[in-house]
């Protein structure tokens, strides 16, 4: 194909997944990639490990942040370095079907669409180290307008990975950085500026859900960033689509009864 597809992958403090993910991704059947790993100022060993991946494989490209700066920014510094056509983000403690990238970009191709999504599997990390690996909810394969990936996105959740997205897609759009939950507003909107976004029926990637993540840990102050996102995005959708506004609504809603209710 000819094409190349910048991975972008954060790490910090994933020292026990890291090899797992990044073996994963070398392992590609789609070859023409660059695989930019930012180590945000991880204190473990996951910056000694992502050096000698580096040295055995020149697509691997290692960015070494003088200070944590979180996903965001971790992110966007990826964005910023990419030279592919395409992007794709992952995160450090997940892995990746063997045929992720092509299923995904000969996808795009075959839609004529500016993003497509794989089915992503959820698998829970058990304290003995197992594996439980989730059954998912099956639909045919569709192709959506950005209305309808809109409002898929502000009834339900989304990722910003195991999607490939066109490049140019980010010239005007980054990650909002000091907040976790991020991925939404920044999908929202780069999903708003499309014509097409594809879903398939197919496991591409696979979530790694810990019992110390952001997602599985005590209730913060710091999860209150759920609520200014979607209070982000319901002002987005006000001036951009205010067709969406019930839908807005309705997710700046959910978020402030979820916050509520584990208050403690």
């Not at 979180?70 to 983000?89: C, D, H, P, S, V």
Request: proline fraction near 3%.
């Amino acid at each position: 194909m000819g094409e190349k597809i910048s991975v972008i992958i954060p790490v910090y403090k994933v020292e026990a997944y890291l090899a797992e993910c990044l073996d994963s991704v070398v392992s590609q059947t789609y070859r023409d990639m660059e695989i930019i790993l930012v180590d945000d100022a991880s204190p473990d060993g996951c910056g000694a490990i992502c050096d000698r991946y580096a040295e055995k494989d020149s697509r691997i490209r290692v960015i070494h942040r003088s200070r944590n700066g979180g996903l965001a920014a971790a992110r966007n510094t990826g964005i910023e370095t990419a030279t592919g056509e395409y992007l794709f983000f992952a995160d450090s403690d997940d892995w990746l079907a063997a045929d992720t990238l092509q299923c995904l970009l000969e996808n795009m191709k075959a839609y004529e669409a500016d993003c497509c999504a794989g089915a992503c599997v959820t698998v829970l990390q058990n304290e003995d180290g197992t594996l439980d690996y989730r059954p998912r909810e099956h639909v045919p394969d569709r192709c959506e307008t950005a209305h309808d990936a809109m409002k898929r996105l502000l009834m339900r959740e989304s990722s910003a990975c195991n999607r490939l997205y066109r490049r140019e897609a980010f010239q005007s759009i980054r990650f909002p950085e000091g907040r976790i939950n991020e991925d939404e507003p920044a999908v929202l909107r780069l999903y708003a500026q499309m014509e097409r976004i594809v879903f398939l029926d197919r496991d591409t990637y696979f979530y790694r859900k810990r019992a110390n993540s952001i997602t599985t840990s005590a209730f913060s102050v710091k999860m209150v960033d759920c609520v200014y996102n979607s209070r982000d995005n319901l002002d987005f959708v006000t001036e951009k689509a205010p067709e969406l506004i019930p839908a807005a609504q309705y997710k700046y809603c959910k978020t402030l009864l979820w916050c509520y209710v584990n208050l403690r």
